[in-house]
T-cell receptor, first 110, second 114 residues
Framework: SQQGEEDPQALSIQEGENATMNCSYK?????LQWYRQNSGRGLVHLIL?????REKHSGRLRVTLDTSKKSSSLLITASRAADTASYFC??????????FGSGTRLQVQP | DAGVTQSPTHLIKTRGQQVTLRCSPK?????VSWYQQALGQGPQFIFQ???????QRGNFPDRFSGHQFPNYSSELNVNALLLGDSALYLC?????????????FGEGSWLTVV
């Protein structure tokens, strides 16, 4: 079963707008990761946030983590059509496996 | 520097047949994990190999088996294929099995069972 669940399942915005995706997880984590997947392709690692961090930035990406609520959010600022993809949060299960949610499908309209 | 490579990219098999999928990890990586991703779902962990041994296994039946070779490449075998095995199979590699290490994914192998 999947530990993380993203919300919303689908999001459609205009180019230039910000996109926010949320992730909830069930058990304690050491870190939480966000991945991107273009349609039918492999996953690309975007950012990792550790359990002792509350916020992290990477370019146009901003990730927050609230361990008390077992939730994280991914913000993409000034979105571009090329940001159209599915976004997944993932956390460790056991010592070695990543467990993914079902993803948020982001559509950025040019 | 080659990333993670998987083969074949697409294949069609008949129910009951067996399939072997292959993965070459990113240069310098020694750990390989396999994931199954059904259409519209997130990837599900199958198993991970490190030092040629299966280190952790997900909730998949014994029909799913794997192997890691001395050069760190890996194979995923699925026996007695079911229609429900149709999915994108993703291989991910990392350096060591530290939980914090970033995983790099290949483009996947699309398996269709008819």
């Amino acid at each position: 079963s999947q530990q993380g669940e993203e919300d919303p399942q689908a999001l459609s915005i205009q180019e230039g707008e910000n996109a926010t995706m949320n992730c909830s997880y069930k058990t304690s984590i050491n870190n939480l990761q966000w991945y991107r997947q273009n349609s039918g392709r492999g996953l690309v690692h975007l950012i990792l946030i550790r359990s002792n961090e509350r916020e992290k930035h990477s370019g146009r990406l901003r990730v927050t983590l609230d361990t008390s609520k077992k939730s994280s959010s991914l913000l993409i600022t000034a979105s571009r059509a090329a940001d159209t993809a599915s976004y997944f949060c993932a956390s460790l299960w056991g010592r070695r496996a990543l467990t993914f949610g079902s993803g948020t499908r982001l559509q950025v309209q040019p | 520097d080659a990333g993670v490579t998987q083969s074949p990219t697409h294949l069609i098999k008949t129910r009951g047949q067996q399939v072997t999928l292959r993965c070459s990890p990113k240069s310098g990586h020694d750990t390989v994990s396999w994931y199954q991703q059904a259409l519209g779902q997130g990837p599900q962990f199958i198993f991970q190999y490190y030092e040629e041994e299966e280190r952790q296994r997900g909730n998949f039946p014994d029909r799913f088996s794997g192997h890691q070779f001395p050069n760190y490449s890996s194979e995923l075998n699925v026996n007695a294929l079911l229609l429900g095995d149709s999915a994108l199979y993703l291989c991910a590699s990392s350096l060591g099995h530290n939980p914090g290490n970033t995983m790099y994914f290949g483009e996947g192998s699309w398996l269709t069972v008819v």
